[in-house]
């Protein structure tokens, strides 16, 4: 049975494994970057435990709309005006990749965002998952600020859901 529970400083250690394994077209974050982000978004990031073992993840924080957060970068503090919920990275294991893992995971964090009135979320696509994405409901999102996207490679697409 699959479990999606807040992520925790001490599930880190499973979410760099997953996310090591997971990405080939950027270089993964660095442990420093991924707890400044969990920091950041407490009541944001969730973790599916299957048999308790952590098999996908979800960070994601408070942010604006009109700005995504470039890779690499700790997050030191949120914006005065954050209006969505930034979801920064998800990733499941290759092997549990089918079986409704995403999908839980983004349903618990669309629920984080409304518990705190956020007209919606947005997100960085990368390695071909805006087909995922687009599925979820969100869309490419107009006047992309591409310095901030550089870092995720050539075919990123920064993409919104409202609620």
Known sequence: MMLIREMRPDDLSAVMLIQKRCYHAITPESPAVMAS????????????????????YLLGHPWRSDSAVALHQELEELPEECDSL????????PEMRGRGVGELLLRRFEEAARARK??????????????FWRRMGYREKPG???EKLAGYGTAAFLMAKAF
């Open 144 to 146: 992309v600020d591409m």
């Open 86 to 93: 930034y979801l920064h990275d998800m990733a499941v294991l």
């Open 118 to 131: 956020l007209a919606g979320s947005h997100l960085v696509a990368i390695q071909g998952a805006e087909t």
């Open 37 to 56: 982000k969990l920091a950041a978004g407490a009541g944001c990031c969730f973790v599916c435990e299957e048999e308790k073992r952590v098999v996908g």
